[in-house]
């Protein structure tokens, strides 16, 4: 695969105000709380290792180059500390710090992690509305507020974000909120990172603001489930699944077949 290089889409856009309109709901309900930390030799000279951060046990996972030694880290929700001790074990260096949606348990430790790595911090601009309310949604938590960073740039449908000789494409997959995104490995490691849109056995909650039952499962059934069978599914919360099983499984999606 020829390299390729993040692509900072956009400058981020100062002063844009939203107001979110529909009442929180906190917390989340997500799948079980399996534990699944793990580190992965995919025999493809990547790293990869994800594990649960923070309350709400949000999976943070950290995928490098094992030649240059570059990473991304996907979802740092909490616990910015042993993410960057688990970033010094493995002498990684952070291209960019990228979060499948805006809501706290993904991204409470993006500043602090952007602080401790100086990383981009990246996300899609339509979560942004539920990034700049994440005060907000601390109250709901019962938690103290995170420290809110600046966004260095938002990612589309179809970018494709570079760590070494690798890259993750970005795949849209609105509904659990409007920015929700997943991540694909390279063709040669069928891997999803995708959130809180699909979980072994169950999909992510849309009650919450800006999400759709009707739009996850389109995006579910035409952006994931296009994955061959094999593909492991890495979901924002619980355990590893694979695609195929959730194709014949998840009872949010054997109807749909
Ligand atoms: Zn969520
Ligand atoms: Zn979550």
């Known amino acids: 695969m020829p390299a390729s290089v993040v692509r900072i889409v956009q400058p981020h856009r100062?002063?844009?105000?939203?107001?979110?309109?529909?009442?929180?709901k906190w917390p989340p309900t997500h799948a079980g709380r399996v534990s699944c930390g793990a580190t992965?030799?995919?025999?493809?000279?990547?790293?990869?290792?994800?594990?649960?951060?923070?309350?709400?046990?949000?999976?943070c996972v950290i995928i490098g180059d094992e030649n240059s030694r570059e990473a991304i880290v996907i979802d740092p929700g909490d616990d910015a500390d042993?993410?960057?001790?688990?970033?010094?074990?493995?002498?990684?260096?952070?291209c960019a710090l990228v979060a499948t949606h805006a809501h706290i348990?993904?991204?409470?430790?993006?500043?602090?992690?952007k602080q401790l790595t100086g990383?981009?911090?990246?996300?899609?601009?339509?979560?942004?509305?539920?990034?700049?309310?994440?005060?907000?949604?601390?109250?709901?938590?019962?938690?103290p507020p995170p420290d809110?960073?600046?966004?260095?740039?938002?990612l589309r449908h179809g970018d494709r974000l570079a760590y070494g000789r690798h890259a993750l494409e970005v795949i849209h997959t609105p509904g659990h909120s409007p920015g929700s995104i997943s991540?694909?490995?390279?063709?040669?490691?069928?891997?999803?990172?995708?959130?809180?849109?699909l979980f072994a056995g169950s999909i992510g909650r849309t009650d919450l603001w800006?999400?759709?039952?009707?739009?996850?499962?389109?995006?579910?059934?035409?952006?994931?489930?296009?994955?061959?069978?094999?593909?492991?599914?890495?979901?924002?919360?619980?355990?590893?699944?694979?695609?195929?099983?959730e194709r014949a499984t998840n009872p949010f999606l054997v109807e749909e077949q």
């Not at 100062?14 to 929180?24: D, K, N, Y």
């Not at 992965?40 to 999976?59: A, K, R, S």
């Not at 809110?148 to 938002?154: A, E, I, S, W």
């Not at 996850?216 to 695609?243: F, N, Q, Y």
């Open 14 to 24: 100062l002063g844009v105000v939203r107001r979110l309109t529909a009442a929180w």
């Open 40 to 59: 992965q030799n995919c025999g493809l000279d990547l790293i990869l290792e994800h594990f649960p951060v923070g309350p709400l046990q949000c999976n």
């Open 82 to 94: 042993r993410i960057f001790e688990a970033l010094k074990r493995h002498g990684l260096t952070v």
């Open 105 to 113: 348990d993904h991204v409470g430790a993006l500043a602090s992690l």
């Open 119 to 143: 990383a981009r911090a990246l996300m899609h601009e339509a979560d942004e509305p539920l990034y700049e309310h994440l005060a907000e949604q601390a109250g709901w938590l019962g938690v």
């Open 148 to 154: 809110v960073t600046t966004l260095d740039g938002f």
């Open 183 to 197: 991540f694909v490995l390279d063709e040669r490691s069928p891997r999803v990172l995708c959130g809180d849109t």
């Open 210 to 245: 800006g999400g759709s039952f009707p739009q996850i499962i389109e995006s579910i059934r035409t952006k994931l489930l296009t994955l061959p069978d094999e593909a492991v599914v890495v979901p924002g919360h619980g355990p590893e699944t694979t695609i195929g099983t």
